[in-house]
């Protein structure tokens, strides 16, 4: 007896004829309608066919096409499907096709590339586009915050003043805030990364804590045992909001801190611009405080600022900490007048000597500040990560505040910063490069007193990646910076740092990413057009 049944052959005769039927059925289109639901998705334009009984089909798909090549919705570079592919999508034979092809390559709107295929060229400079005449033109002006021209210059303040096509290349950027990127370990973090990536292939990456967005635990567990050991900030993981670099932890702090047309926050003067621009934009009045050999003078500070923004381990530009003095008196005010201080610690593992400085934020001042960190400097800008430690009192509003704007920071990003943490990489990382800009500083501090020790005094500083220099009166810094950088060497001028009126002259010198040639070229640069 056979274990199995024996099946019955069915008829595959019969079945495939159906398939062949229909497969050679058409699918019928109305004439006017979009011919291209079969259309290739990587090339959506919508092309009507022509009017039923007309003779010209080739030139109407041509204008059409045409049109969509001046108005850049057949942008330079584009590839245009094949012929064989075009007349499916549009609904003609391969000849008419061929036809419209043609007659785009004789005006010069596409290109044909042997063995590659048919690409849009750039819109000839005599053909204008024709706007659509169904769009109704905007009446509303919009929010005419943002043309102020206090605020286009915060946010541009990291665009040059010069015309950039005036200088021939770069010799030497002295801008502060940048960073040697030769100096990373970027193998070490790319096997980190693709580790962190293969692991997404067996298990989807978590995209939110318990306390919804506020980033990953292991990354922030690592962030609060970072600041812990090299800044004595006593945090834990729950303390953490991970966010897409300083920026936006400023601005979240603005967006749950500032009652419009109400609140007062007090900025060092000189200080960050870009950090002045989402409290103005919250509504906030941003009053400017002097600073001097000790830091913000807080006697100045008015009495009813409920925030006030500082960088008291390496004033941001002019680089000198904020005495214990100042500091006391600082955190008195706030605990009198219920203000929220906000730490801005942008360089603070570069130290190269004096006295270990803590940061403002400590158990005692957990309720009344908040600590803003990044990775930008020792690690790299386009890790574009970075976090606030906050009262817990603020969390929830902050947390609130970053769903509004994003779900959460990039997860693999987030995942490889905290492996690269967690296995003592940034560590090591921090140790190499502050022994090479501890010596570019050396160096820079013998050449500036050697080549402009007669128009310079620099500001100490044992911290950072830059220092500050002032100039005696009568020296125009502006036009310096401008007539350096078209001799390629950037430089910023004090001036641009200020809110209000300058009490000082001088420049910011960063000195971080530049090598010891690079930074004697550039300082003799400066000799020469200072001595001028």
Same mark, same amino acid.
């Given at each position: 007896m056979e274990r199995f049944p024996r099946l019955r052959p069915r008829s595959i005769k019969t079945d495939r004829a159906e398939v062949e039927r229909q497969f050679r059925q058409?699918?019928?289109?109305?004439?006017?309608?979009?011919?291209?639901?079969?259309?290739?998705?990587?090339?959506?334009?919508k092309i009507t066919t022509?009017?039923?009984? *007309?003779?010209?089909?080739?030139? @109407?798909?041509?204008?059409?096409?045409?049109?969509?090549?001046?108005?850049?919705?057949?942008?330079?570079?584009?590839?245009?499907?094949?012929?064989?592919?075009?007349?499916?999508?549009?609904?003609?034979?391969?000849?008419?096709?061929?036809?419209?092809?043609?007659?785009?390559?004789?005006?010069?709107?596409?290109?044909?590339? @042997? #063995?590659? =295929?048919?690409?849009?060229?750039?819109?000839? *400079?005599? +053909?204008?586009?024709?706007?659509? *005449?169904?769009y109704a033109s905007a009446t509303q002006p919009g929010n005419t915050f943002w043309d102020r021209a206090d605020i286009k210059s915060w946010i541009g303040f990291w665009h040059e003043r010069s015309d950039p096509a005036a200088s021939p290349r770069v010799v030497a950027d002295l801008r502060?805030?940048? +960073?040697?990127?030769?100096?990373?370990? @970027?193998?070490?973090?790319?096997?980190?990364?693709?580790?962190?990536?293969?692991?997404?292939?067996?298990?989807?990456?978590?995209?939110?804590?318990?306390?919804?967005?506020?980033?990953?635990?292991? %990354?922030?567990?690592?962030?609060?045992?970072?600041? =812990?050991?090299?800044?004595?900030?006593?945090?834990?993981?729950?303390?953490?909001?991970?966010?897409?670099?300083a920026q936006q932890a400023f601005d979240l702090i603005a967006r749950t801190l500032v009652v419009p047309d109400e609140t007062v926050v007090a900025v060092e003067d000189p200080g960050y611009p870009p950090m002045r621009v989402p409290f103005a934009a919250a509504g906030a009045r941003i009053v400017p405080v002097r600073v001097d050999a000790e830091g913000i003078v807080v006697d100045e500070i008015p009495t009813d600022a409920t925030i006030i923004c500082v960088c008291p381990s390496h004033q941001f530009p002019l680089g000198m900490p904020l005495s214990?003095?100042?500091?006391?008196?600082?955190?008195?005010?706030?605990?009198?007048? =219920?203000?929220?201080?906000?730490?801005?610690d942008y360089d603070g593992e570069f130290r190269y000597g004096g006295s270990p400085l803590e940061a403002l934020r400590n158990?005692?001042?957990a309720d009344h500040v908040f600590y803003v960190g990044s990775f930008s400097k020792c690690m790299l800008p386009a890790v574009r990560l970075g976090f606030l430690v906050a009262p817990q009192r603020a969390l929830p509003a902050l947390v609130a505040a970053k769903n509004a704007s994003d779900w959460h920071c990039s997860s693999p990003i987030q995942m490889a910063v905290g492996e690269f943490i967690r296995d003592g990489h940034l560590t090591r990382h921090i140790r190499r490069v502050r022994r090479t800009y501890l010596d570019r500083r050396d160096h820079l501090v013998a050449l500036v007193e050697r080549k402009l020790g007669?128009?310079?005094? %620099? +500001?100490?500083?044992?911290? #950072?990646?830059?220092? *500050?220099?002032?100039?005696?009166?009568?020296?125009?810094?502006?036009?310096?910076?401008?007539?350096?950088?078209?001799?390629? +060497?950037?430089? @910023?001028?004090?001036?641009?740092?200020?809110l209000g009126p300058a009490e000082r002259s001088g420049f910011v010198i960063g000195y971080a990413a530049v090598d010891l040639a690079s930074l004697k070229a550039a300082i003799d640069a400066m000799a020469e057009e200072l001595h001028r």
């Open positions: 058409k699918p019928c289109r109305a004439p006017g309608k979009w011919p291209n639901e079969n259309m290739d998705p990587l090339f959506e334009l022509a009017p039923k009984g *007309s003779r010209d089909v080739a030139s @109407h798909l041509f204008r059409q096409l045409k049109q969509a090549i001046i108005n850049n919705r057949l942008p330079p570079g584009a590839r245009l499907p094949s012929t064989r592919a075009a007349g499916r999508m549009f609904g003609v034979s391969r000849n008419t096709a061929q036809d419209v092809y043609d007659r785009l390559l004789q005006e010069g709107l596409t290109s044909a590339r @042997h #063995g590659s =295929g048919t690409y849009v060229r750039a819109t000839p *400079s005599d +053909v204008t586009a024709t706007p659509p *005449s169904s502060p805030a940048l +960073v040697d990127q030769h100096l990373f370990p @970027h193998s070490i973090f790319r096997r980190v990364m693709a580790r962190q990536l293969r692991r997404l292939e067996t298990a989807p990456a978590p995209s939110r804590s318990p306390q919804r967005n506020q980033g990953n635990y292991h %990354l922030r567990r690592a962030i609060a045992e970072h600041i =812990g050991l090299t800044r004595a900030v006593p945090s834990q993981a729950d303390d953490v909001l991970v966010t897409a670099g214990p003095r100042r500091r006391q008196a600082l955190l008195a005010l706030a605990r009198q007048t =219920g203000a929220a201080i906000i730490e801005d158990e005692a001042s007669d128009s310079l005094k %620099l +500001v100490p500083s044992f911290y #950072g990646m830059h220092m *500050s220099a002032i100039v005696e009166s009568g020296i125009d810094c502006d036009a310096v910076s401008d007539a350096l950088a078209t001799r390629g +060497v950037m430089i @910023h001028s004090l001036e641009r740092y200020h």
